[in-house]
């Protein structure tokens, strides 16, 4: 493809021909291990909404590892979203209206399907974000019906978020959001099939913290034979908490509700309104920086000696499991605009993020070459972008292409957005709305603006189902040789290694040797 050619109708990746669901009876059914379900049809694609795949997770089960669901007699009827899990609430944009209404019950996934009865379609499973204390996927905003329709068949599922799903807690079970997503993951290996999905051509994508936990679980053993493909978006690799940390912070917060041990009897809504308390903690930490514990969450996965040890913490992804990966060229302004440090970083600003960070004089040569002719501001915001998204997803990127596995790299790069007077650039998450065809969702215009290219959208959807299906999105293997990455914007194309001069000195910053 000529490296300025636009993204072409005839490259968008077209899946297998599927028959049409006109004759199907609603409410459609399918038996899972719990009992029989009812979903819905719509413009051919059959949904089942709120199926629990653990339960309630809160009274005798709260801060416990997720429980078996309780079977059913009868037809249960998966019409509805469930409550998301418990969280701060957020509220829309365009009203009052809170942005996910959450609940105590909140295990539970949805099934997006074609068609019921076909034989052994590839599978999309979507991990919310959300910075480990918030999001959801009991929204119209990850519904999965979009990609559906091109002949896969889509899952995403709600995890324990905050406190009770991140929190190290004496007693109490470790990354219990992380463990969480792998019942979902096991309860989609043993039900998927009669949903008309293939459970051994699972593929598992999210952005940011839900592409972190993705990362992180199929590097253990509990994710072996669960994830067949990954797709990280955005990935916030960095953000994970030693042990001790993980447990100093649980103190912290223990101490702030007035309790010993035992945060089980402690109303659910007192611990969420804690969460600016907690965060304190880690403004002190010299890793403050970090946009997740700057702007949304002290909660994050941590180092434990079951789930997510430290071997993990270090190992590239599995090379058997097939990766595509990316980020997007302005994360960090997501955060930095948001709080304000955009507009009044300081040249002592910039030198903190830089020593908190460790950089090598490598790094800080390679910033000031860059960078070091703009404003402040969009300095800070590199140095946020490359220490926590960039490096470590270029440095797990040659790692799991040294070894063999089987990867492509993206870096979405579109900066037309209106938000923040043109300023907000490619930043995070920003994609997200282009790949569920989200963009005229009120929630999304200040981001997306008027006039967002669908065709992008399209390209995207149309690659990582290419990628779900085949194991190739379309474009040529990243290596060492030639370090292929498609450029997505309003023109598409692949680059061979894009800033060499900036990703050369990451690598010297991040590496690790090869297995």
């Known amino acids: 493809m000529p490296s300025d050619a636009p993204v072409p109708g005839d490259r968008i990746w077209k899946g297998p021909a599927l028959a049409a669901q006109e004759n199907v009876r609603e409410p459609a059914s399918a038996t899972t291990t719990s009992g029989v379900v009812a979903g819905r049809v719509h413009e051919g694609v059959i949904s089942f909404k709120g199926i629990p795949y653990a339960a309630e997770p809160f009274g005798e089960n709260r801060f416990k590892p997720p429980q078996p669901p309780q079977p059913w007699d009868g037809v249960r009827e998966a019409f509805e979203y469930s409550p998301a899990a418990p969280q701060p609430n957020t509220f829309s944009l365009v009203d009052a209206t809170p942005l996910y209404p959450w609940g105590t019950d909140c295990l539970t996934l949805n099934v997006y399907t074609p068609d019921l009865g076909a034989a052994r379609l590839p599978v999309m499973v979507w991990v919310h974000a959300g910075g480990y204390i918030s999001g959801s996927a009991s ?9 559906a329709r091109e002949g896969v068949v889509v899952v995403a599922m709600n995890y324990r978020l905050g406190a ?22 096991r309860w989609i290996r043993e039900n998927i099939a009669a949903f008309g999905g293939d459970p051994d051509a699972v593929t598992v994508f999210g952005n940011s913290s839900g592409s972190a936990i993705i990362s992180a679980i199929a590097k253990t053993v509990a994710g072996e034979g669960l994830i067949h493909r ?3 978006q955005s990935p916030c690799l960095s953000v994970v908490a030693e042990a001790e940390e993980g447990h100093a912070l649980a103190k912290r917060v223990l101490a702030d509700l007035g309790v010993e041990t035992d945060l089980r009897d402690v109303p659910l809504r007192e611990l969420l309104g804690r969460r600016q308390r907690a965060l304190d903690v880690r403004f002190r930490d010299a890793r403050r920086w970090h946009p997740y514990t700057y702007w949304f969450s002290p909660y ?17 992804i599995p090379s058997s499991v097939d990766l595509l990966i990316g980020t997007n060229r302005d994360e960090s302004r997501y955060f ?5 440090q955009f507009n009044t970083a300081t040249e002592q600003d910039l030198l903190d993020a830089q020593n908190s960070y460790g950089l090598s004089e490598e790094c800080r040569a390679a910033a000031r070459s860059l960078y070091g002719h703009l404003p402040l501001g969009e300095q800070l915001a590199e140095s946020v972008t490359n220490w926590v998204f960039r490096g470590s997803t270029v440095e797990l990127t040659r790692l799991h292409a040294r070894s063999g596995g089987n ?3 993206y870096e979405f790069t579109w900066q037309d957005s209106p938000a923040f007077d043109g300023h907000y650039g490619a930043a995070h998450f920003l994609e997200v709305p282009f790949l569920f065809d989200q963009l005229d969702d009120p929630a999304f215009a200040p981001q997306v603006g008027p006039d967002a290219p669908a065709e992008l959208g399209r390209f995207l959807r149309s690659s990582w189902i290419r990628f779900a299906t085949t194991g190739d999105p379309g474009w040529s293997r990243y290596d060492d040789e030639d370090r292929s990455v498609m450029i997505l914007d309003n023109t ?18 991040f590496a690790r040797p090869t297995p």
């Open 139 to 147: 929204t119209t905003r990850a519904d999965g019906s979009v990609f």
């Open 164 to 185: 009770d799903g991140f929190l190290s807690v004496p007693g109490g079970t470790t990354n219990a959001g992380m463990r969480d997503v792998v019942a979902a993951l």
């Open 230 to 232: 990954a797709i990280l």
């Open 300 to 316: 994050m996965p941590v180092v434990d000696d079951t789930l997510f040890t430290d071997s993990a913490l270090s190992e590239r």
């Open 336 to 340: 930095l605009m948001r709080n304000g």
């Open 407 to 409: 990867t492509y790299a």
């Open 492 to 509: 598409c194309r692949v680059e061979p290694d894009p800033r060499e001069y900036h990703r050369a000195a990451w690598d010297a910053q």
